[in-house]
């Protein structure tokens, strides 16, 4: 049974959701919540609240089962080399997944994300520093606030400068 919560956020709600063995989605938006209680659940909400306020918090446990071996390295990765106010290019993060010249797919693997902002895909930029696309609700734009968010900020063209 699927455990499901919806956090308000400044970026208006985001839904998550668990099994017993960690998140399986979190998304923009508002699903069914459940009654029943989950650790993980809990744990979303704190990383959210933390996450906002600016503050380091433990990622909550994900629960991988439904990726491939390739999505899952790439997830990881990205989890592992990009910290608040870190960026990283596709090109690079391919390279750190052990899949260097996959840019494309690690482009996809982004776009399918199934745990925006907790797995930090909004922290991948193309290598002209540009920020590239967005799947998440707002697109660019919120691609754009969460990188203000960590620190960064851009030039005219929206290119990165820091």
């Known amino acids: 049974m699927m455990a499901r919560d919806c956090i308000l956020t400044p970026l208006g709600p985001i839904f998550v959701e668990a099994s017993t063995n960690g998140l399986t989605e979190v998304g923009w938006g508002e699903k069914k919540t459940s ?95 540009m920020i590239g696309n967005y799947s998440g609700l707002g697109g660019q734009a919120t691609k754009i606030r969460l990188l203000e968010h960590e620190g960064h900020s851009f030039d005219e063209a929206g290119r990165l400068i820091h």
């Open 35 to 129: 009654t029943e209680e989950n650790p993980h659940l809990v744990a979303a909400r704190e990383w959210f609240r933390a996450y906002f306020s600016g503050e380091s918090q433990m990622l909550p446990e994900l629960d991988s089962s439904r990726l491939t071996g390739f999505q899952k390295r790439t997830l990881d990765a990205l989890i592992g080399q990009t910290h608040f106010g870190k960026v990283v290019s596709y090109g690079e993060l391919a390279e750190l997944a052990g899949s260097k010249g996959a840019s494309r797919a690690v482009g996809s693997v982004m776009a399918m994300n199934p745990w925006p902002l907790l797995v930090p895909c909004h922290r991948v930029v193309r290598s002209d520093r």
